[in-house]
């Protein structure tokens, strides 16, 4: 997908003592704002975009833990033009460095300017931008819901479902343009995969009782799922196609939203097996389930490893809900902003989560080093269960 | 009594017609798969309507085939091994949410089991099922939205099974009972105050009528 079309790249520049520039900046990112108890946002300005390409620009790199400002005050400078495609020089202000010089062609603006902000993301954070990455969510439509699927920032959305019932919980297969989902469209929740190139779909769990909650592990062959077949929700874990079928916890109470660590050998899962709804993680083939510390908060549900394996995003409900996180191996959870249903973006950096005003739920995005928030500003109806492509 | 004997015999048909029956070794020993349903599957309301979109999904009966069909058996009957009841095929029967609507069991916040003030309520679902042996019931779990989803949608099951374990205890045979979680997707009342929150905790009696 990163590479979904061809640019030309360093037309009038190139890389020379980047490195050593590298080396010799400031972490100016770890400095902690005192406004929101998070690092502070990089200043950069920019100049020379019009149109569809400067909001692009703006909100990409705002996501990314940016704040644009006047050309004085930036530690580094994004200046280039958009008339036919867009070019784009970064300069670090301070050392008057050039860290990137790009013309971009072969793709509509959008795409050129996305693609543009992943560059200077990845040249300033070392990390890789995720502003040519997709999300699937669901929508509401009265009774019924559907699932739909856009960009990262709510662009290019489209319903994937026409199901005309309760469509609920999608989530991606890694690596694969595929989704798992819930349907009620046969009179029950079962869960069902879909193909998006070809539209085929099969369904994978279609127990007596609950068939929720999938998530496909980062290798692509096993589904975790949430079936009350035994008689109470319970955790289960099969092969993609619904086979080889095990139980892996066997609580009178509820189990719920189950997610896998990367290297695929445990579960985290939300269950009130002692009572108040915490977080427990569980060997993927089996074995007891261990209580996830996250000291300062309580009534955890709908945890997300992150694809750096360091850490478990979550919803609290204390009042309202609550996105936190905490450290995989459990501890002190982090408060973060208000909402709910979070997902991690491919960088273990971003999260999309679901902020709710009174019976409207729109989506939202979430740079977690920074705790900024971003609207998706798009009117997308009554969206929740976001799940960011991996 | 009529329908509960009928149930198998449709369920084999659903077999033979989906042509997936591991018939050789006799009756006794028929290999299904499990979590395929008993009996032939609701309509595909999405042939036609969503072009490329559904076709994996065919009429229900040769659901994840050789996938698990190797490795899992189901006796065939109305109860699958773990004593749930099979789902009636909504095309066999007409849903009537009216008759049993005033013993709608209400719920605590977060709690699943039936208040012993909500019992006389499923006594009285109990009850009519015994003067009606030929119906089915469909018990729904409901929430209100102050839990996230998915967990309200497994809230809403444990609620179901809770209402649908006292009926067994009352006498009410396992067969004819089946749960449905709608989480806080189907609330009763809009509206985001306790008054709403109360009414949308609940679980709900649906009486399956096999039709002729």
């Known amino acids: 997908m990163k590479k979904a079309f061809n640019y030309w790249a360093c037309v009038f520049t190139t890389w020379m003592g980047l490195t050593l520039l590298l080396q010799a900046q400031d972490p100016?990112?770890?400095?902690?704002?005192?406004?929101?108890?998070?690092?502070?946002?990089?200043?950069?300005?920019?100049?020379?975009?019009?149109?569809?390409?400067?909001?692009?620009?703006?909100?990409?790199?705002?996501?990314?833990?940016?704040?644009?400002?006047?050309?004085?005050?930036?530690?580094?400078?994004?200046?280039?033009?958009?008339?036919?495609?867009?070019?784009?020089?970064?300069?670090?202000?301070?050392?008057?460095?050039?860290?990137?010089?790009?013309?971009?062609?072969?793709?509509?603006?959008?795409?050129?300017?996305?693609?543009l902000a992943d560059d200077v993301i990845q040249a300033i954070h070392r990390t890789p931008g995720v502003c040519r990455?997709?999300?699937?969510?669901?929508?509401?439509?009265?009774?019924?819901?559907?699932?739909?699927?856009?960009?990262?920032?709510?662009?290019?959305?489209?319903?994937?479902?026409?199901?005309?019932?309760?469509?609920?919980?999608?989530?991606w297969i890694p690596g694969r343009k595929s989704l798992l989902y819930t349907s009620y469209r046969a009179g029950y929740p079962d869960i069902y995969s879909h193909a998006l190139a070809t539209g085929e779909r099969k369904p994978v769990a279609r127990y007596s009782g609950l068939n929720t909650s999938a998530a496909v592990s980062p290798d692509g062959r096993r589904v975790a799922m949430i079936l009350s077949k035994s008689g109470s929700p319970d955790?289960?874990?099969?092969?993609?196609?619904?086979?080889?079928?095990?139980?892996?916890?066997?609580?009178?109470?509820?189990?719920?939203?189950?997610?896998?660590?990367?290297?695929?050998?445990?579960?985290?899962?939300?269950?009130?097996v002692s009572g108040a709804v915490s977080l427990y993680t569980v060997n993927s083939r089996g074995g007891e389930m261990t209580r996830l510390r996250t000291a300062g908060v309580t009534r955890c549900t709908e945890p997300d490893w992150s694809p750096d394996g360091k850490s478990i995003v979550f919803t609290s409900q204390m009042g309202g809900f609550q996105i936190c996180t905490v450290p995989a191996s459990g501890?002190?959870?982090?408060?973060?902003?208000?909402?709910?249903?979070?997902?991690?973006?491919?960088?273990?950096?971003?999260?999309?989560?679901?902020?709710?005003?009174?019976?409207?739920?729109?989506?939202?995005?979430?740079?977690?080093?920074?705790?900024?928030?971003?609207?998706?500003?798009?009117n997308l109806g009554n969206c929740s269960q976001p799940a960011w492509a991996k | 009594m009529k329908i509960l004997t009928s149930f198998p015999v449709l369920f084999l048909a659903a077999l033979l017609a989906a042509g997936a029956v591991g018939c050789k070794k006799g009756p006794k020993n028929v290999t299904t798969i499990e979590g395929r349903r008993t009996t032939a599957p609701g309509p595909d309301n999405m042939s036609g309507?969503?072009?490329?979109?559904?076709?994996?999904?065919?009429?229900?009966?040769?659901?994840?085939?050789?996938?698990?069909?190797?490795?899992?058996?189901?006796?065939?009957?109305?109860?699958?091994?773990?004593?749930?009841?099979?789902?009636?095929?909504?095309?066999?029967?007409?849903?009537?949410?009216?008759?049993?609507?005033?013993?709608?069991?209400?719920?605590?916040?977060?709690?699943?089991?039936?208040?012993?003030?909500?019992?006389?309520?499923?006594?009285?679902?109990?009850?009519?099922?015994?003067?009606?042996?030929?119906?089915?019931?469909?018990?729904?779990?409901?929430?209100d939205e102050r839990g996230t989803e998915e967990y309200n949608r497994a809230l809403g099951e444990r609620r179901a099974l809770s209402i649908r374990e006292y009926l067994l205890t009352?006498?009410?045979?396992?067969?004819r009972v089946t749960t449905i979680s709608f989480g806080k997707d189907r609330p009763a009342v809009p509206g985001h105050d306790e008054s709403a929150y109360s009414q949308n905790r609940r679980g709900a009696f649906i009486v399956l009528k096999p039709k002729q």
């Not at chain 1, 930036?74 to 013309?103: F, H, I, P, W």
């Not at chain 2, 009352?170 to 067969?175: E, F, K, N």
């Open chain 2, 49 to 143: 309507t969503n072009p490329g979109v559904g076709k994996g999904v065919n009429n229900g009966g040769t659901l994840t085939d050789d996938g698990s069909s190797k490795s899992n058996n189901v006796k065939i009957g109305n109860i699958d091994e773990e004593g749930l009841g099979k789902r009636p095929n909504p095309d066999d029967v007409t849903e009537d949410s009216l008759i049993l609507a005033s013993q709608t069991v209400s719920f605590e916040y977060d709690k699943s089991s039936v208040k012993s003030s909500e019992r006389s309520k499923v006594e009285a679902a109990a009850a009519y099922l015994k003067n009606e042996p030929r119906y089915l019931l469909k018990v729904e779990g409901h929430c």
């Open chain 1, 28 to 115: 100016v990112i770890d400095i902690v704002n005192t406004s929101t108890g998070g690092v502070k946002p990089v200043p950069i300005a920019l100049s020379g975009y019009t149109g569809e390409v400067a909001k692009v620009l703006r909100f990409d790199l705002e996501v990314a833990g940016f704040i644009i400002v006047a050309e004085d005050v930036a530690q580094y400078s994004l200046a280039g033009r958009n008339e036919t495609d867009v070019e784009g020089r970064l300069t670090d202000r301070l050392s008057k460095a050039s860290l990137l010089a790009k013309k971009y062609a072969d793709a509509s603006p959008r795409t050129q300017a996305h693609a």
């Open chain 2, 170 to 175: 009352l006498g009410v045979s396992a067969d």
């Open chain 1, 133 to 171: 990455t997709r999300i699937a969510f669901k929508t509401e439509h009265g009774t019924s819901s559907e699932i739909s699927i856009s960009d990262y920032d709510g662009n290019n959305a489209v319903e994937l479902t026409h199901d005309r019932a309760i469509v609920a919980a999608p989530t």
């Open chain 1, 331 to 378: 501890g002190e959870a982090q408060i973060l902003v208000e909402g709910e249903d979070p997902s991690w973006a491919p960088n273990s950096r971003t999260v999309v989560f679901v902020r709710r005003n009174k019976g409207q739920r729109t989506l939202s995005l979430l740079d977690v080093p920074t705790k900024r928030v971003k609207n998706i500003p798009l």
């Open chain 1, 235 to 272: 955790l289960f874990v099969s092969d993609l196609d619904g086979g080889n079928l095990v139980q892996l916890t066997k609580t009178k109470e509820d189990e719920s939203s189950p997610c896998w660590s990367p290297d695929g050998s445990r579960i985290c899962v939300a269950s009130r």
